[in-house]
């Protein structure tokens, strides 16, 4: 972080007047704070309480997500997080700015249950042509930095680097393997919420941000469509450069 210039500053976030003096002077607090409700609603209220006492005038909360404004409370445990944290951030003294950029394209190449490489197939539940929005974390970092620098900027600002449906990605897979990839689904959507309840009761209680159970309730929201990004913002500061699924796949696993 010294390299670009940065200043890193290590805070005891229980020590209130010392997080508000290492935000004391910011045009914009950025937070990327990752967990459940102690870190969600805790920790970023602290965060956010320090940042109105030091006269910050903007706040960007950690949602960087689907279009969770738009999903069904309770069908996401992550994403009611979000959403309880937006009501306590829109009643601060403070403007706040959302960046939603669907999934990480990251994790295709690994974490998310999707391309199954082994056995050449793209797995998917309802839709084989559902259109499902995708961002780099390195795009999704370029684009905030641009936002905490925009005064005018909007509550919320959608972008996806792209878009593909599952065939689109067997169509990619298929491209750059040279093997031919196929479309397994797995089922419909009433059949995926079952699965999440059984995964969900079986599993071991855990602190995880991120368990099974999890991944497949992202997963859901984006299938369904519901957390569809729509309208994007994309264009609102000349970034052309967003990278593509095929660029991410094409590199190293």
């Known amino acids: 972080m010294r390299a670009t210039g940065a200043t890193p500053v290590e805070v005891d976030f229980d020590d209130a007047a010392a997080l508000e ?21 805790g920790l970023q209220s602290q965060l956010l309480d320090a940042a109105v ?4 005038p903007r706040f960007m909360p950690s ?3 689907l279009d969770f404004t738009k999903t069904r409370p309770g069908d996401n445990r992550n994403l009611d997080l979000r959403r309880s944290f937006m009501a306590r951030v829109d009643q601060a003294p403070i403007r706040a700015h959302s960046v939603l950029n669907g999934m990480f394209t990251d994790l ?3 974490e998310a249950p999707i391309i199954l490489r082994n056995r050449r197939r793209i ?16 795009d999704v970092a370029d684009y905030t930095a641009d936002v905490a620098l925009d005064a ?14 599952p065939r689109d990605l067997a169509g990619i897979m298929t491209r750059l393997s040279g093997q031919r ?12 919420g ?21 991944g497949m309730q992202y997963l859901r929201d984006m299938s369904s469509g519901r957390g569809k990004l729509s309208p994007l913002d994309n264009e609102r500061y000349g970034k052309t450069n967003w990278t593509s699924v095929e660029d991410v796949l094409a590199g190293p696993v």
Do not use: H
């Not at 990839?181 to 995926?192: C, D, I, K, S, V």
């Open 152 to 165: 005018d900027a909007p509550r919320f600002l959608r972008v996806a680097g792209a878009s593909a449906s």
């Open 108 to 110: 295709l190449t690994g």
């Open 21 to 41: 003096r290492a935000c004391a002077g910011a045009a914009c607090v950025v937070s990327v704070l990752n967990g459940l409700e102690p870190t969600i609603i």
């Open 63 to 65: 949602d960087f997500s």
């Open 53 to 56: 006492a030091a006269g910050v």
């Open 194 to 214: 079952v699965v999440i309840k059984i995964a969900r009761t079986l599993s071991p209680k855990t602190d995880a941000p991120f368990p099974a159970w999890q």
């Open 181 to 192: 990839y196929t479309l397994f689904r797995a089922g419909g959507m009433g059949l995926f």
């Open 123 to 138: 797995l998917y539940w309802g839709d084989a042509d559902q259109l499902l929005d995708f961002t780099t974390k390195d």
